[in-house]
């Protein structure tokens, strides 16, 4: 295995080299010369790129950037000739002379979309498997960090939502539902046929939040284009790393015989807080606070007239602002410079790219500097090679907030809003367990760089034209370098007189594939088509990583650990191999009926030695029932296909290398000698989780394909989950890591996309999608609660979904007393530990998601809008700050000036007191803010659905002969507005948010976090 990546490499290197410098050297006989103009048949544009071959051979050509082409070979007139073009119907024509013009057809129909599939492409009509594809022109012309987050909507079964609004920053990507507790749930990411890693590589982050998206370090305007796997017929091929979805990203590659073309883009943006956060300023803290004291001593039965109030004036107490001094006007800078084109003998399309943004809470930043090189060469008519290379530097200026007291936004919010920022002599003020927030945004030193290295080389040999050998080695190389410092004048670095961390983490990952193709059309009239391949796999996972801590130093200028008092190290190293074979044959009769069928093994390092092999089959069936008679007759269909699948992949991401081996630790000193104790027990039968899925659609479009419409039916049932079962304590463990537990994903699908009007001149386009899912633990060994920092609002309980709350039912607030009262759920009239049930989760029912594009003439116009309906959201900021004066050093927030004051007002917010007596009473006084509810109430979870103007973008592309006349070629410029306008009953500042994402079974969360920006910017693209 270790030597095999280098030679290979090696190999292949040479073989490139070599042809470099012999590429034009004994050129074969020309027998003909054809020259001609590939147009657009309705608008009588030139279609740049269009390729054309012989049909039969390898040999092709690509039109120029006036649709011009210039054909030489060595087979004479006539021939036939084959023509397409992206997004065009595929012509044949026979050509026996020069020039010639060739007019292609606008494809209307998805169903003849090629594909790119398991290892291989096919035309969308026959593929049994459930496929979504995302034009790369979706996910560009916005400066985001990751074409992930940019799905959003544009696709059915596919889930996708910002964690925060903090740039470069965590996303949570689901392709129908979770299907796992305790491995990952994220989709496996393929670019360019490399498997990249989605772990987040950042360990210098603060709170529980998701720190990075990994997916970043990818240029979204390197994209051609995106297909979403879903369905195990489509996944099964990927075994033990589809379960959760398979997202296959091309990028974008020069096409043969084109002259050179330069592309320059550029973006100006401006972000800004739609809402920002409100306390209650000093006047009315004081007045709560009273009223609380007041209130409470009634309930001890002390008269309010004996109690010396805290605030005897409580006009006269100032308000200081923080919240202004967090938020900023972000600025985004983002520009792209990139060339594409070719030869006969080669391509390449080669890519730089800069982009700056800034958060709109103070003082983060993310910052992306991105190089691209695509390159492919044919040495012969029967042998290719080529390149994919991706170079990334990020750097990162990090900020903690979420659920970290000394986070920016904690210090700002939580302090009370009389106190000053400053004490009297000028230096920082601080509360309780809070920071000062102006200290933390003037000294702040946590930074985040990162080195990424994602390429692959392979080389392509056709025996004949329908047998085709290719071999790849690829590699993802990530380094990250998180550096913090903590000064004395913040509080993470006064105890310690200043406090340092330094930690370098390696991630690499190594693919070698062979893959064996055979494609044959053969029998009368062609009838039978026979698509099939084999191949292995050999993946192997490095990870290592050092870091030091030093506290104690000199002077704040002094920031290295190798200069602190007092300091200390570690370090860590894990690999894991994978070993796979796998086989993919589609049968198509008729052009018709098509049957499919896959099978993969992979056996895996990170099992047991029993069980360290799996299998995951599939199968599909397809049937084009529109080229029936009985349906033809109809005269309603215009492409009519039904289809059905099922099969098993599996899941091996998201547990230790190691996990079912027993490990020792050290440590386990004793009288200052060393020694090792045992962590974990072994695990000789430990194997995949496998998600079992069966899958039902069809595919039509009627009114001459003006509208075309998909829907999915899909049940997917994942067993043997990786698991940590409870052991009895007499073992020495708490915990086993077992085959044990199940999860049901089950759900709907349905995309529209229309052509409402198409003329020459003027066109409009809509896409509608709707992705319904239901998730279930259908078998668990016992409960799992968890999140909100060790209050356990969160459950896994078998029956309900994950990410479920468990939290007392609040049913109302006594309009009488002022007290709220709760679901008593087990009717002993009392309330208890035992009265806490399952009041929402953080998943919703449904997602979706409308884009409308018109153009006339010159001018574009297009919006989207994105929807989700019936997740809940805990708002912790809600939790601590409508307290009722139990949190003395916490301000409040305007929602608890509606707190009940009087007989007969009716509101959800009950009366303020701090009385702890009589915790168990259901409509007493200790159980409204404290007690045996301790706030853990309904009341503080919120709907979380919302719909939202995602995008709104006006351009105009200036004619060719403008544009011609100042050395262009193209020139289009454009403004667009994101997340202009958000309708949601949420009460927070936005409904799109995770805090707690560092744990996949803890989302729903709203603590502390930077909330999605309102951003407009500038932009212009321009061609040479």
């Not at 012999?22 to 009588?44: E, F, H, M």
């Given at each position: 295995?270790k030597s095999l ?7 292949t290197?040479?073989?490139l080299?070599?042809?470099?410098g012999?590429a ?20 009588k ?5 269009a390729?054309?071959k ?15 082409f ?22 044949e ?5 020069t020039?010639v013009?060739?007019?292609l ?8 979309d090629?594909v ?18 995302v ?10 960090g ?11 079964g ?6 925060s609004?903090?740039?470069g920053?965590?996303i949570?990507f689901?392709?129908r539902g979770?299907?796992s507790?305790?491995?990952?749930v ?26 990075s998206n ?23 091929i ?15 590659r020069?096409?043969r ?15 800004t ?27 001890n ?5 004996t ?8 006009a ?7 919240i202004?001094?967090?938020f900023?006007t ?9 060339t ?5 003998k ?15 809470v ?14 492919d ?13 991706n170079?990334t ?17 904690n ?11 400053y004490?009297?002599?000028?230096t ?9 927030h102006i200290?933390l ?6 930074k ?7 390429g ?20 993802d ?15 993470a ?20 594939e ?6 044959k ?5 062609k009838?039978?088509n ?13 990870n290592e ?41 589609s ?9 499919d069928?896959s099978?993969?093994?992979?056996g ?12 995951f ?5 397809a049937w ?7 349906i033809k ?9 039904i289809r ?24 386990a ?9 045992p ?5 000789p ?5 496998t998600?079992?899925?069966f899958?039902l ?15 999915d ?38 995309g ?6 198409q ?9 509608f ?13 016992s409960d ?11 459950i ?14 609040q049913?109302y607030?006594?309009p009488?007393?002022g007290?709220?009262?709760y ?5 002993d ?5 035992a ?8 998943l ?7 884009t409308n594009?018109?153009?006339?003439k ?5 919006f989207?809008?994105?929807?989700q ?5 805990m ?5 601590f ?11 409040f ?9 009087q ?14 007596g ?5 409509g ?8 045996n ?5 309904s009341?503080y979870?919120?709907d979380?659905?919302?719909l ?11 004619p ?6 100042i ?9 667009q ?13 936005d ?9 996949q079974?803890?989302a729903?969360?709203?603590w502390?976090?930077?909330?999605q920006p ?11």
């Amino acid at each position: 295995m270790k030597s095999l990546f280098p030679k290979g490499f090696c190999v292949t290197l040479l073989a490139l080299w070599v042809q470099l410098g012999t590429a034009q050297v004994n050129p074969a006989t020309i027998k003909s010369r054809l020259q001609g103009t590939v147009l657009d048949a309705k608008t009588k544009q030139p279609l740049a790129g269009a390729v054309l071959k012989i049909k039969g051979t390898t040999h092709a050509v690509s039109a120029d950037q006036d649709g011009k082409f210039t054909f030489s070979t060595g087979q004479a007139f006539p021939y036939t000739l084959q023509v397409s073009y992206i997004g065009y119907l595929q012509k044949e024509t026979v050509v026996d002379g020069t020039p010639v013009t060739i007019l292609l057809e606008e494809n209307q129909v998805q169903l003849n979309d090629i594909v790119v599939t398991g290892y291989s492409t096919q035309q969308r009509k026959y593929i049994a498997g459930s496929i979504s594809s995302v034009s790369g022109k979706v996910v560009q012309d916005q400066p985001a960090g990751g074409f992930n987050q940019l799905l959003q909507g544009k696709t059915t079964g596919v889930q996708v939502s910002s964690n925060s609004g903090v740039p470069g920053g965590g996303i949570t990507f689901r392709v129908r539902g979770n299907n796992s507790i305790n491995a990952s749930v994220d989709p496996l990411y393929i670019i360019d046929g490399v498997f990249v890693s989605n772990a987040d590589p950042i360990s210098a982050g603060l709170g529980n939040q998701q720190a990075s998206n990994p997916i970043a370090d990818l240029n979204p305007s390197d994209i051609e284009d995106i297909q979403i796997l879903k369905d195990a017929n489509a996944t099964a091929i990927y075994g033990s790393l589809g379960a959760n979805g398979v997202i296959i990203v091309t990028t974008k590659r020069g096409k043969r015989n084109t002259n050179a073309r330069i592309n320059f883009n550029t973006i100006q943006g401006w972000s800004t807080a739609v809402d920002k956060f409100e306390v209650a300023n000093g006047p009315d803290v004081a007045r709560l606070t009273n009223e609380s004291r007041i209130n409470t001593a009634t309930d001890n039965g002390i008269d309010p007239g004996t109690i010396t109030l805290p605030f005897p004036d409580p006009a006269s107490l100032p308000t200081y602002d923080r919240i202004e001094g967090l938020f900023r006007t972000a600025k985004t800078r983002n520009y792209e410079l990139s060339t594409q084109g070719g030869t006969d003998k080669s391509t390449y399309y080669i890519s730089l790219g800069y982009l700056n943004q800034e958060s709109i809470v103070k003082p983060s930043d993310y910052t992306r500097y991105a190089g691209r090189l695509n390159y492919d060469n044919f040495l012969s008519d029967k042998l290719k090679v080529g390149t994919s290379l991706n170079f990334t530097r990020s750097e990162r200026n990090l900020s903690g907030s979420d659920n970290n007291p000394t986070g920016v936004i904690n210090s700002a919010l939580f302090p009370r809003s009389y106190l000053p920022i400053y004490n009297e002599d000028g230096t920082f003020a601080r509360y309780g367990s809070f920071d000062n927030h102006i200290a933390l945004i003037e000294n702040l030193d946590n930074k985040a760089v990162g080195w990424r290295t994602i390429g692959n080389i392979y080389g392509e040999y056709s025996f004949l034209p329908e047998l085709k050998l290719r071999s790849s080695w690829s590699i993802d190389n990530t380094s990250e370098y998180d550096n913090s410092y903590a000064n004395t004048l913040i509080s993470a670095g006064i105890a310690t007189k200043g406090s340092a961390s330094s930690a370098e983490n390696k991630n690499l990952v190594l693919t070698n594939e062979q893959v064996l193709t055979y494609i044959k059309t053969f029998g009368e009239n062609k009838q039978h088509n026979l698509n099939a391949l084999i191949g292995n796999t050999i993946n192997t996972v490095l990870n290592e990583g050092t870091s030091a801590t030093g506290t104690g130093f000199a002077a704040n200028s002094l920031r290295s650990v190798a200069v602190a008092a007092t300091r200390s190290g570690s370090s860590f190293r894990t690999s894991s191999k994978l070993l796979s074979f796998f086989s993919k044959v589609s049968y198509t009769f008729k052009n018709k009926y098509i049957l499919d069928g896959s099978i993969r093994a992979d056996g895996s390092s990170k099992f047991g030695a029993n069980k360290r092999w799996g299998y995951f089959p599939s199968g599909g069936v397809a049937w084009l029932i529109g080229q029936e008679d009985f349906i033809k007759n109809l005269n309603f269909f215009d492409d009519f296909k039904i289809r059905a699948s099922l099969g098993l992949s599996g899941n091996q991401n998201g547990i230790g290398a190691y996990a079912a081996q027993g490990l020792w630790s050290s440590g386990a000193n004793y009288l200052e000698q060393p020694g090792i104790a045992p962590t974990q027990l072994a695990n000789p039968d430990l194997t995949w989780e496998t998600t079992r899925q069966f899958n039902l659609g069809a595919e039509f479009s009627v009114f001459k394909n003006r509208l075309g419409i998909v829907a999915d039916y899909y049940n997917k049932y994942t067993y043997d989950l990786l698991l940590n079962v409870p052991v009895p304590y007499r073992s020495g463990f708490a915990s086993y890591l077992q085959n044990y537990g199940a999860v049901r994903n089950k759900g709907y699908e349905l995309g529209l996309n229309s052509t409402n009007i198409q003329t020459e001149n003027f066109s409009w386009t809509t896409n509608f999608n709707v992705s319904f899912n239901k998730n279930k633990i259908e078998k668990l060994a016992s409960d799992i609660s968890l999140g909100a920092s060790g209050r356990n609002i969160s459950i896994l309980k078998q029956g309900y979904a994950v990410n479920s709350f468990q939290l007392y039912k609040q049913l109302y607030v006594d309009p009488k007393t002022g007290n709220a009262v709760y679901e008593d759920v087990n009717n002993d009239g009392i309330i208890t530990s035992a009265d806490r049930q399952i009041v929402g989760n953080a998943l919703p029912d449904y997602t979706g998601g409308l884009t409308n594009n018109i153009t006339f003439k010159g001018l574009d116009f297009s919006f989207f809008f994105y929807f989700q309906k019936g997740n809940k959201i805990m708002n912790m900021n809600d939790f601590f700050m409508v307290h009722g004066g139990t949190q003395a050093n916490i301000g409040f927030l305007p929602r608890q000036l509606d707190r009940w004051q009087q007989p007969g007002d009716v509101t959800d917010i009950p009366r303020l007191t701090t009385y702890s007596g009589n915790p168990t009473e259901n409509g007493g006084a200790a159980n409204n803010y404290g007690g045996n509810v301790a706030s853990l109430s309904s009341r503080y979870l919120e709907d979380g659905s919302f719909l939202r103007l995602k995008t709104l973008t006006l351009g105009y592309t200036f004619p060719s002969a403008v544009s011609r006349k100042i050395g262009m070629n193209k020139l289009r410029i454009y403004a667009q507005g994101t997340n202009l306008l958000t309708f949601t009953n949420y009460g927070g500042l936005d409904p799109e948010v995770s805090s707690q994402s560092n744990n996949q079974n803890t989302a729903g969360y709203d603590w502390a976090t930077v909330p999605q920006p309102r951003t407009f910017q500038l932009g212009a693209s321009v061609t040479f």
